[in-house]
Each structure stands twice: as C-alpha cells, then as structure tokens.
C-alpha cells in the first residue's frame, strides 16, 4: 500500500511517500481501505514537533510514523472479536486514541473508533467530521453548556472546528458574533453569522460586547483580556492556542469561576462515537454540513499540510485518497 510517513520532526518537506505492506487487523480491530482523510491542526503539531507539547509520544523522533486521524472508508477485513462491523460497511471516525495513521491507503481501526457512514454522506464529507465537529460540539454543549438566546463568540470561526461551531451554535438559537481574517467573513456571513470580526482591524477583547459564551480556538491573548468581555456567569472555552494561556487558565480559572462566577476552561479533546453518531444525525437531518476548502490527492500531503499550516482555511481541508468518482464504478 501506499503511506505518507515522516521520521523526524520538521516541516512538510519530510513527508515521504512509500509502499508499505498491508497490515492485517488485531482481533478488536478491523482494516479499512482508507477513502478520505481529512488534515487537523494536530497534525501540523506533531510533524513539526511543536508545540513542545506535541512531543509527548515521542521527545526527539515521532512515536507515530503515520499521521492523520480523521478517516473514512471500507472495511476490508475483521478482527475475530469485532461484533458490530462486517466487511463492506462504509465508516467514518478519528482513530487518534488508536495510532493514527489515516495517510495511507490501509489503515487498522479499533472498531470502537468507527461509526457507519450514511449513504447520504460522501467519504469526504464523513471525513472532515470527526475532530473538528465532536470539539464543537463539546466545547459548545457540554463545556459551555449553551443555552437558547445567549451571545457567543467563536474566535477563529472560519476553520474547521469554527465552521461548525457556528453552525451548531446557530440550531441552539444563539447570536453568534465570529472573529477571523478579512478572506473568511463573508462565507461565515452566508452561514449565518449574526456579527462578523475582522481581527487584523478590531481586537474584540478591547470592545465594550460582552458575551455569555466564548469558544477560542487560536487563544493567544492574555486570560485577563477574555475574563473582561465575559458577562457575569459566562464561560470562556479554549479548544486551541498558546501554551502560557493554558497555563493561566490552569492557575487562574479556578480562581476567577470562585470570585467572579466567570467559567474560563480548557477543553482536553476526547474522541467520542456517542458525539460522531448525533453529528451523523444533525448531518442526515440537514442541519449541519462540512465545509470543504480543498481536496488533495495522498501524494499531494504535502501541499495539504502546508496550505493548512499557512492559516487561511475556510472549513476543511480533505485528503481523496480514492475519488468520489473511482468509489462509484467500483460499486
């Protein structure tokens, strides 16, 4: 099979293409022929090493060979203890609690990873779903507890996690105010933002808007400039950015929820099927849809990863490691 593998940290230009052996499935796990595959900020970390954080599996050579956790696909072959899945079933889910690997064409998933795909979806959609959309939906739902009415903030609303933040935060009947570069307002406009933010022109944190939810997703300013424009009993949720904010808020947030009944946390990210199945239903139902920017062949990783890298995605970047239209003539 063909894979994308890097050895050391650095940049894109690591990543190799080489033919590996197919690997065959543990007895709870099945293999998938990998049909998309979508490219997270996490995986732009762990290639690069940095955050230092990112080295947690491995401090001076990467514990993974493979990146790329959000898949979707068929299953090929079943391990002699998997019960829910047969070969044939198309599925989708982010197996980064079970080795990553998704830039390849084979992949070995532990079934407990993996929700069916609907017919409706296509194997790209299903896999810019996984990270991004279950962080929304944990940021928005179970940390910040959102409610009908309140005014939320999505700093960083135009990426992946963003895209769908707003979304979900509009089915709740939130006003949603979204910041993010000049390029990306106009399409978060037409998904129904209620106020945009250009953060090149305005720093909402120095506005006198306060909100009852704020969900961060490239948190890098001062946990003080957040606290401020939090309305009393707001809650202030970091998905991503810098590691001396996630350091005040571990110190300070405790502190500031006792005080001041402000709630500013962190969200540690926790791949959940529960969350990937109602994502699927609200995606069937026709109120949540991803947002693709581009797609890339697997031996355009490269290029992925970077244009990923450079910060101006709008939604998701995919990876087709088999097209739409292959997948058709082989069914």
């Not at 690069?48 to 090929?76: N, Q, T």
């Not at 962190?266 to 199945?277: A, E, F, M, S, Y």
Request: proline share 4%.
């Amino acid at each position: 099979m063909k894979a994308i593998i890097y050895e050391k940290y650095g940049t894109a230009d690591v990543l190799k293409l080489k033919e590996l052996e197919i690997p065959y499935p543990q007895d709870n796990e099945v293999l998938v022929k990998v049909h998309a595959v979508s490219v997270n900020s996490w995986d732009w970390d762990l290639l690069r090493g940095k955050p230092f954080l990112a080295r947690m599996g491995g401090l001076f050579k990467p514990k993974y060979k493979i990146l790329g956790a959000d898949i979707s696909g068929r299953v090929e072959v079943i391990g002699s203890n998997v019960k829910k899945l047969v070969p044939g079933d198309e599925v989708f889910g982010d197996i980064s609690w079970c080795g990553w690997g998704g830039f390849a064409e084979y992949v070995c998933v532990h079934e407990d990873a993996l929700s069916i795909k609907p017919a409706s979806m296509t194997f790209d959609q299903a896999a810019a779903i996984p990270q991004a959309a279950v962080l929304a939906l944990q940021g928005l739902c179970n940390k910040g507890q959102i409610k009908e009415g309140q005014t939320v903030l999505i700093n960083g609303a135009g990426g992946g996690v963003g895209t769908f933040a707003l979304q979900i935060a509009k089915l709740h009947g939130a006003k949603v105010t979204c910041v993010d570069s000049p390029v990306k307002l106009d399409m978060l406009m037409a998904m129904g933002a209620d106020h945009v933010i250009d953060y090149t022109r305005e720093d909402f944190t120095q506005k006198d808007q306060l909100y009852d939810l704020i969900l961060d997703v490239v948190g890098i300013r001062s946990i003080f400039d957040y606290k401020r424009v939090l309305n009393p009993n707001g809650t202030y949720v970091m998905v991503g950015g810098s590691l001396s904010l996630i350091l005040q808020l571990l110190c300070l947030g405790p502190l500031f929820s006792k005080t001041e009944n402000k709630n500013m946390v962190i969200l540690v990210h926790r791949p959940n099927k529960n969350d990937q199945n109602i994502l699927k239903e609200l995606f069937v139902a026709g109120k949540l849809v991803p947002v693709i920017d581009k797609r890339y062949k697997l031996n355009q990783t490269k290029e992925a990863i970077r244009y990923l890298g450079e910060g101006h995605t709008k939604g998701k970047v995919v990876i087709s490691v088999e097209d739409e239209e292959t997948i058709k003539n082989n069914n």
